[in-house]
């Protein structure tokens, strides 16, 4: 089975410090996808990455930013956490050149206080 | 812009009833439409539609899509407790592979 994870379930962090998630998959997976998902917004892509070392912005990158320097590791960072950054975050990975049929991590619930 | 709607937003039956979902979408370069149920935290696959008018089937799940009226419907015959989850559409663009997603509908089965 493929596996995806995310390093923490739930995270309390403080307004103003850096926050790293990190997400880690087994499969040899090109494709690296980084969402958060929050109530009536459904998944919104915040960053993804198709190969080590390369990274493209999604629809909401601001306040963001990623790292991947193994292909297996895909790391999002939050530079100064904001309250408005509570959410929950999912990490994802696919093969290949399209992202079909992702798998998921179980997702890291930060809330930011 | 493009965008994916899921209608409704909530739902609530009773076990042995059959509910239907919805998934409208706009999207300029369709590729494939996907269906994925969310227990708790990470959401998984279910379905991949990309002609219309073929259903797919899986146990008491179907699903068909129609790129002629830019939605699609999950049916769940028989509904049980384990079938509560939000439910996800998600329409892949082929210009760039990214998936768009909907809001969700959050599915009760009440015993």
Redo the contacts between chains.
Sequence with gaps: DVK?TQSS?YLVKRTGEKVFLECVQDMDHENMFWYRQDP??????IY?SYDVKMKEK?DIPEGYSVSREKKERFSLILESASTNQTS?Y?CASSPG???????????TRLTVV | EDK?VQSP?SLVVHEGDTVTLNCSYEVTNF??L?WYKQE??????LF?LTSSGIEKKSGRLSSILDKKELFSILNITATQTGDSAVY?C?V?DRSN???I????TKLIIKP
């Design positions: 995806v379930r009536g917004l459904g998944l919104r892509l993804f999604g929950m999912l050149e399209t992202n079909t049929e992702a798998f998921f991590g179980q997702g | 994916v937003l590729r494939s996907l708790k935290k990470a959401p998984t696959f991949m996800l998600a892949e592979y990214q998936l997603w909907g809001a969700g």
